[in-house]
C-alpha cells in the first residue's frame, strides 16, 4: 500500500479562499519532504523542500507567502495555498524518502481555482 | 544549476517493437530515478540507480546509469499496449532527495 498519503486527491475552491493540502508519511519518519507542481502534460516542478521543525526551502521563482509549508511533525506536511487564483490550479504532489536512496510519492492533489 | 534532458518526448511505437528512452544530466549526480506516470495519477517508481553502470530490469523494461557520460537509458523490449504511459527521469541534486525532473516521454504503444 501506499506509504506517503496526500489529502485531498481534488478539491475545488473560490477564488481568493486558501486550501490546505495535507502530506503524511504512513509507516516511517520523514525529517524532509518535497512538494512538487504539475501543469497538464508538463513535468514536475519542484516548488520547496519541508524540514521538520524549521521554515520551508523555497525554489527560486516560488512565493513563500502564497504557498505557505508547515512540517509540523515528522509524519505531516501542509501546503497551504493562499489566496487562491486560477493560475495555481494545478496537480500537486508530495515526495518523501525513507532512507536508501528509495523515495515515495503521495497521490497527488488536483487543485481547481474557479 | 543542474538541467535534465529527455528525448523523445513523445514515443508512438508499435506493438512488439524496441525502443529506448535517454536521459541526459548536466552536472554530477549519483542517484537517478525512472517513473512511470498514467494520465490523472501520481508516480509510480520504476527503477532506482545509484551507481555508476547500474543496469536494472523489470519485465520489458531495463534502465542503466553511465554517471561519467551523465546518461542514463530506459530501454523498451517488445512493447506491449499496457506500457503507454508518461514516463519521466529524475535526478538527485546534491545530499537531500530534491529531484530535477526530464520533461518527461509520453509513450504510446500502438496495436
Known amino acids: 500500500g501506499a506509504v506517503v498519503s496526500q489529502h485531498p486527491s481534488r478539491v475545488i475552491c473560490k477564488s481568493g479562499t486558501s486550501v490546505k493540502i495535507e502530506c503524511r508519511s504512513l509507516?516511517?519518519?520523514?525529517?524532509?519532504m518535497f512538494w512538487y507542481r504539475q501543469f497538464p502534460k508538463q513535468s514536475l516542478m519542484l516548488m520547496a523542500t519541508?524540514?521538520?521543525?524549521?521554515?520551508?526551502?523555497?525554489e527560486q521563482g516560488v512565493e513563500k507567502d502564497k504557498f505557505l509549508i508547515n512540517h509540523a511533525s515528522l509524519t505531516l506536511s501542509t501546503l497551504t495555498v493562499t489566496s487562491a487564483h486560477p493560475e495555481d490550479s494545478s496537480f500537486y504532489i508530495c515526495?518523501?524518502?525513507?532512507?536508501?536512496?528509495?523515495?515515495?510519492f503521495g497521490e497527488g492533489s488536483r487543485l481547481t481555482v474557479l | 544549476e543542474l538541467k535534465v534532458e529527455q528525448n523523445p518526448l513523445f514515443l508512438s511505437m508499435q506493438e512488439g517493437k524496441n525502443y529506448t528512452i535517454y536521459c541526459n544530466y548536466s552536472t554530477t549526480s549519483d542517484r537517478l530515478y525512472w517513473y512511470r506516470q498514467d494520465p490523472g495519477k501520481s508516480l509510480e517508481s520504476l527503477f532506482v540507480?545509484?551507481?555508476?553502470?547500474a543496469v536494472k530490469q523489470e519485465g520489458r523494461l531495463m534502465a542503466s546509469l553511465d554517471t561519467k557520460a551523465r546518461l542514463s537509458t530506459l530501454h523498451i523490449t517488445a512493447a506491449v499496449h499496457d506500457l503507454s504511459a508518461t514516463y519521466f527521469c529524475a535526478v538527485g541534486m546534491d545530499s537531500s532527495y530534491k529531484l530535477i525532473f526530464g520533461s518527461g516521454t509520453r509513450l504510446l504503444v500502438r496495436p
Open positions: 540507480l545509484l551507481s555508476n553502470g
Open positions: 519541508s524540514n521538520e521543525g524549521s521554515k520551508a526551502t523555497y
Open positions: 515526495s518523501a524518502s525513507r532512507g536508501s536512496g528509495e523515495l515515495f
Open positions: 509507516d516511517f519518519q520523514a525529517t524532509t
